[in-house]
């Protein structure tokens, strides 16, 4: 009955960790899955959502089935943080939120909702994305193609808006609101100001993925591409995701929004939604949103959460600068300025897939083989080991 199946491939970031967990090489280090690793190497359960979850826990309260678009004190909580309580898109209640099974899932409704409703437009990615981008959207029966973003170690910003201004009207366009996977490398306020009026103008889609708000340059900062479509005035959809900036991986924190020109467009775009939803999985899980809300609606808590997430970054960031300083170092002549600049987990690193092969078989050093390095992996133990591996290998 099923010997015509074929095998699965596996997904080459998930594939590379499973070997990294089978390697028994001592002071192996892996930087290839998107994961934030505190100092000692391990997954932070931060204290604002332990909290939370102790809350939570302790009501004790019945669980019945969600509404398909999830609970309404997670969907509004959603809102605010990433529009403002006070903006009259929200309260003018032109904004569709939903709750779903991590931003992935949010982007599998999306991308069934625009199949069904847009079953003429291309999405247009940049060109690299996430991998999963295309598998998802393709997925759903959605032809996709891609727009230049990334040349000599930098943004391709004029090759990206020449390729955006000749796409067909109504095409959709995923942007990475900040801190860009695989690249680390981000628009600038004027490149985003510049490219929302070319989207406008051309009556093209924006969808943003807001997959590491907060570890960027702040969890406020990094809404200026969401604040730059929302003040524009045009439609957009936006996956947001709890996963890296709650630490909340498995619990699959995560919604999507789609912005409306009126309410009563809102509220059809929603009720399509819960169809997609519905002949999906149904309705979301209750825990992981339950306590992504308490976060977010205890004023105490999200103090602190936020507090928690300043740290996350500031870390970062500091490995950035210790790496910078050691390959600097030992291969002088060579510019990793890059290191600095980027934001976010990711770094594109510029090493050859070659190169990447060589740091996981003579060092124990993983990378995803495009060069792109997690430096939420790094920590003081390992970030000396892990330059001078990269020295080896680029000299
Ligand atoms: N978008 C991007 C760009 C990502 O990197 C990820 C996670 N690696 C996601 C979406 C999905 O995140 P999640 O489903 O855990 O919310």
């Not at 990433?82 to 899932?105: E, K, N």
């Not at 940049?126 to 959207?137: G, K």
């Amino acid at each position: 009955m099923f010997a015509h199946i074929p095998p699965y491939a596996g997904d080459p970031i998930l594939s590379l960790n499973e070997a990294f967990q089978k390697d028994p090489r001592e002071g192996k280090v892996n930087l290839s899955i998107g994961i934030y690793f505190d100092e000692d190497g391990k997954i932070p359960a931060l204290a604002s959502v332990r909290a939370a979850e102790k809350l939570v826990v302790e009501k004790a309260a019945a669980r019945p089935y969600l509404p398909m678009e999830g609970a309404a004190n997670f969907r509004s909580a959603v809102q605010n943080l990433l529009f403002g309580a006070d903006h009259p898109a929200v309260r003018a209640g032109r904004i569709a939120t939903i709750q779903g099974v991590g931003s992935s899932g949010g982007l599998k409704v999306a991308a069934d909702f625009l199949h069904a409703h847009f079953p003429t437009s291309k999405v247009f990615l940049s060109n690299p994305t996430w991998d999963n981008h295309r598998a998802v959207f393709e997925g759903s029966g959605i032809e996709t193609t891609t727009y230049p973003y990334y040349k000599d170690g930098a943004l391709d910003f004029d090759g990206m808006l020449e390729v955006l201004d000749k796409a067909p009207a109504r095409s959709v366009v995923l942007l990475h609101a900040c801190c860009h996977n695989p690249t680390g490398v981000d628009l600038n306020r004027g490149q985003w100001q510049r490219l929302a009026q070319l989207l406008n103008e051309r009556e093209l889609l924006p969808f943003l993925d807001l997959a590491y708000q907060g570890y960027g340059d702040g969890l406020d900062e990094d809404l200026f591409a969401v604040k730059t479509l929302l003040d524009a005035g045009g439609p957009f959809l936006l996956a947001n995701s709890f996963s890296k900036n709650m630490s909340l991986y498995g619990e699959r924190g995560g919604a999507l929004s789609v912005v409306c020109p009126d309410a009563a467009q809102a509220d059809k775009v929603l009720g399509q939604l819960k169809f997609m939803i519905r002949r999906n999985y149904s309705n979301p899980p209750t825990h992981g949103g339950q306590v992504v809300a308490t976060v977010l609606n205890t004023p105490e808590l999200y103090a602190q959460w936020k507090d928690e997430v300043a740290a996350m970054r500031t870390r970062i960031l500091a490995m950035r600068s210790a790496l910078h300083e050691v390959l600097s170092t030992k291969v002088p002549g060579r510019n990793f300025d890059y290191f600095l600049s980027q934001r976010g987990m990711f770094s594109y690193t510029g090493l050859s897939p070659e190169q990447v092969d060589a740091l996981k078989n003579e060092h124990a050093v993983y990378l995803v083989r495009s060069g792109r390095m997690c430096v939420a992996g790094l920590n003081r133990r390992n970030v000396e080991v892990v330059a001078g591996a990269m020295a080896a290998v680029l000299r």
